[in-house]
């Protein structure tokens, strides 16, 4: 499934609009993370294992999102976007969300 921050695809004209699609997560880091993360915030540097688990949480919204573009018959998402917000203080939700299309090739 071709898949883009633009509103259009070079080489390919949109034929059909399927509508807004979303993948959506929430997430809280495992205790593990937790405890790494609050000794790195004393110490300054790189959160690694909040970056992995953000990076896991990005990448299983973007799947939702492709199924349910899937799941209505499109072949393309334009205008991906994603965005995150604390649910509580411990969880986040990140949303992957565009417009599922049917696209072809210009003649």
């Known amino acids: 499934m071709t898949v883009t921050t633009t509103f259009t695809v070079e080489g390919y004209q949109i034929k059909e609009y399927k509508g807004i699609v979303r993948g959506i997560i929430v997430r809280s880091p495992t205790i593990a993370q937790d405890i790494m993360g609050g000794l790195k915030n004393i110490v300054g540097g790189k959160i690694g294992a909040y970056?992995?688990?953000?990076?896991?949480?990005?990448?299983?919204?973007?799947?939702?999102?492709?199924?349910?573009?899937?799941?209505?018959?499109?072949?393309?998402?334009?205008?991906l976007r994603y965005d995150a917000s604390d649910v509580v203080d411990s969880a986040t939700e990140v949303l992957c969300y565009g417009t599922a299309v049917v696209i072809e090739p210009v003649p």
């Open 51 to 79: 970056t992995q688990m953000c990076e896991q949480t990005r990448q299983q919204a973007f799947e939702l999102m492709l199924s349910h573009a899937q799941e209505l018959g499109a072949n393309a998402v334009v205008g």
